[in-house]
């Protein structure tokens, strides 16, 4: 895959001499958070400001996943950055690309991805924390964009994969809520048809522990559209049963 780098900041990466691989695999920065040990390497995230725009470098070193398509492995940042680019593709609101390159350099097999933050969103695991004391617009907002992308994601012919609280960002909009999603690592199409948009949307409503029925029937209204009441409550009854049957298991 050649080197990328997005025309918006090129001349901004360039001006500070960053418009390479090896510039940016040797910045020094201070990581977010510990690195991710496993899969034979390590990968790492910091946050990088130029000219007040910021930035998350993200930097791995045989970081491997393995597939029918690549046996050998290829680094998880590369399947990552092919999805962002087919949600770009697509029209789905997500996370956008600055650079993404890999290296293969003495017994290494090196990645860089590198995006825009976020700043101004906030994502829906923080929006939970105090949710009780949102208003009930607020809340009612929040479902809706929720539900909203969630229909959009599959409408597409994708299944997120990671559909979590930390993973979907929201920003007031007026009297509505833009939502957007991070780490779309793990995205696929979607082949099952409703099994597959249920057991997508699970993993939402299992986590985000604060929300109540009427919460969650005001996500599933705004992400089937118009549905009948008799739809509502089996989509309801799915997602119970399988997040009853994730619980169980432990």
Same mark, same amino acid.
């Not at 040797?26 to 995230?45: H, Q």
């Not at 009297?175 to 699970?202: C, H, M, P, Y």
């Given at each position: ?103 293969? *350099? ?46 959009? *994601?599959?409408?597409?012919?994708? *299944? ?44 939402? *409503? ?45």
């Amino acid at each position: 895959m050649k080197d990328f780098i997005a025309k918006e900041e090129q001349a901004l990466l360039e001006r500070h001499g960053l418009a390479s691989f090896e510039a940016l695999w040797a910045l020094k920065l201070e990581a977010v958070d510990e690195p991710n040990n496993a899969r034979g390497g390590w990968s790492s995230v910091y946050r990088l400001e130029l000219d007040g725009a910021a930035f998350y470098l993200k930097r791995q070193s045989n970081y491997l996943s393995r597939s029918l398509t690549h046996p050998f492995g290829e680094p998880t940042f590369a399947r990552e950055f092919r999805n962002i680019q087919r949600y770009q593709a697509l029209g789905i609101p997500a996370l956008q690309a600055v650079f993404f390159a890999e290296r293969k *350099v003495a017994g290494e097999h090196r990645a860089i991805l590198m995006t825009r933050a976020l700043d101004g969103w906030q994502d829906l695991h923080e929006w939970l924390h105090g949710w009780s004391g949102l208003s009930a617009e607020t809340r009612q907002g929040i479902v809706e964009a929720c539900g909203q992308l969630a229909r959009q *994601v599959h409408g597409c012919g994708q *299944v997120h994969g990671c559909f979590y609280p930390k993973h979907i960002f929201l920003q007031p909009q007026g009297d509505n809520f833009a939502a957007q999603l991070i780490d779309l690592e793990k995205t696929r199409s979607l082949l099952l048809g409703k099994r597959d948009r249920v057991k997508d949307l699970e993993p939402l *409503v299992r986590r985000a522990s604060a929300w109540s029925n009427e919460d969650i029937r005001g996500l599933l209204e705004a992400y089937l559209d118009s549905a009948q009441e008799q739809e509502l409550e089996q989509w309801q009854e799915q997602l119970v049963r399988r997040q009853r049957n994730k619980e169980s298991r432990g």
